[in-house]
Nanobody, 124 residues
Framework: QVHLVESGGGLVQAGGSSALSCAAS????????LGWFRQAPGKEREFVAA????????DYTESVAGRFAISRDNGKNTVYLRMNSLKPEDTAVYFC?????????????????WGQGTQVTVSS
């Protein structure tokens, strides 16, 4: 069993930056793909970013490309999401997730374990 705990986020002004962390326990995830998703009020959960097991390959949804950066520290069993130039439309609950058998999927049903989520609110 994998347990994921997100931290970071909170309230930030538009144009500002924030950073999220997701620490995993239960097993080492160095061989697994990791991803970030988000869910805004009244909307479906959507893909944000993904990173390969070694961290050399990343993928971003178009709306955050160039502003967000996903990274990982396999020694700490942790994945990060750095968010810059935040916009009010980035307001959502952000979730980290583990893809046990591949990496890089943009479909949430292909992820096997999820964190509880952390709120990011961007004020205009």
């Amino acid at each position: 069993q994998v347990h994921l705990v997100e931290s970071g986020g909170g309230l930030v002004q538009a144009g500002g930056s924030s950073a999220l962390s997701c620490a995993a326990s239960g097993r080492t995830l160095s061989g697994n793909g990791l991803g970030w998703f988000r869910q805004a009020p009244g909307k479906e959960r959507e893909f944000v970013a993904a990173i390969s097991s070694g961290g050399s390959t990343t993928d971003y949804t178009e709306s955050v490309a160039g502003r967000f950066a996903i990274s990982r520290d396999n020694g700490k069993n942790t994945v990060y999401l750095r968010m810059n130039s935040l916009k009010p439309e980035d307001t959502a609950v952000y979730f980290c997730a583990v893809q046990m058998h591949s990496w890089g999927s943009r479909n949430d049903y292909e992820y096997d374990y999820w964190g509880q989520g952390t709120q990011v609110t961007v004020s205009s």
